[in-house]
C-alpha cells in the first residue's frame, strides 16, 4: 500500500526557516518523482514544488522562488522541502504527492498533509 | 501560466441526481501525443486527496464508474451520475501540461 506521511510542520514566526519531511512506503521511490502542494486556510490548493526521481529537474512556483528547496534522499525514502524566509501567506497544509509520469501524467498518491503556521 | 477557472464555488444535488462540475483552461491543454492533461481531485474532511480521473477521461484505480470525465481542449468536465451521500466534497481539476501546474479553484458539493 503507497503511503506518504508528512512531518516537521509546526508554528513559526515571520522570517524564521522551517524544514518539512515526507516519508514515502509502499513503492520503489526513486522510480517516481515528487511534488509538494498547499492549502491555505480555507482556500484551494496551490502547486509548490516538483522533483524528478533522480533530482535531474526541479521546479518551482514563483511564490515560493528562492526561499523553498525541494531535494529528496532516494536511500531514506524521504522527500524535503526546506522554507525560509518565511511570511504569513505561507500558512497553510502542506501536501506530499507521488506523480504518476508513466501512465497519466497526474499526482496519483497523497499525504496527509502538515501544517504550517507562520505567526509572531 | 495556465489558469483553470472553476466557475461553481458550490453545487447542491439530492442523493440520485446527476451534476457536472465544469473546468475552463485558458490555452488547449491538449499536447501533441493527442491526450489532454487535465485531471480531477476529491477531497472530504479525514480523508487523503484522491485522484479521480486523468488524460480527462481516463478513471483511476477503483473509482466507481459513475464519475465520468469528458471535455477537450480548453472546456472539460466532471460529471457523477446518481450522486451518493459519500460524494459531497470538494473536486479541484488540475492540468500538468505546464510548469507551473494549476489548480481550479474547486467546487463544492452539497446536499440540497
Known amino acids: 500500500e503507497v503511503q506518504l506521511v508528512e512531518s516537521g510542520g509546526g508554528l513559526v514566526q515571520p522570517g524564521r526557516s522551517l524544514k518539512l519531511s515526507c516519508l514515502a512506503s509502499g513503492f520503489t521511490f526513486s522510480n517516481y518523482g515528487m511534488n509538494w502542494i498547499r492549502q491555505a486556510p480555507g482556500k484551494g490548493l496551490e502547486w509548490v514544488a516538483s522533483i524528478s526521481s533522480s533530482s535531474s529537474y526541479i521546479y518551482y512556483a514563483d511564490t515560493v522562488k528562492g526561499r523553498f528547496t525541494i531535494s529528496r534522499d532516494n536511500a531514506k525514502n524521504t522527500l524535503y522541502l526546506q522554507m525560509t524566509s518565511l511570511r504569513s501567506e505561507d500558512t497553510a497544509l502542506y501536501y506530499c504527492?507521488?506523480?504518476?509520469?508513466?501512465?497519466?501524467?497526474?499526482?496519483?498518491?497523497w499525504g496527509q498533509g502538515v501544517m504550517v503556521t507562520v505567526s509572531s | 501560466q495556465i489558469t483553470l477557472t472553476q466557475q461553481a464555488e458550490s453545487l447542491w444535488v439530492s442523493p440520485g441526481e446527476k451534476v457536472s462540475i465544469t473546468c475552463r483552461a485558458s490555452q488547449s491543454l491538449l499536447y501533441t501525443d493527442g491526450k489532454h492533461y487535465l485531471s480531477w481531485y476529491q477531497q472530504r474532511p479525514g480523508q487523503t486527496t484522491k485522484a479521480l480521473i486523468y488524460?480527462?477521461?481516463i478513471r483511476t484505480d477503483g473509482v466507481p464508474t459513475r464519475f465520468i470525465g469528458s471535455g477537450s481542449g480548453t472546456e472539460f468536465t466532471l460529471s457523477i451520475e446518481d450522486v451518493q451521500p459519500e460524494d459531497i466534497a470538494l473536486y479541484y481539476c488540475l492540468q500538468t501540461l505546464k510548469k507551473p501546474n494549476t489548480f481550479g479553484a474547486g467546487t463544492k458539493l452539497e446536499l440540497k
Open positions: 504527492a507521488r506523480f504518476e509520469y508513466y501512465d497519466g501524467y497526474y499526482f496519483d498518491y
Open positions: 488524460h480527462a477521461s
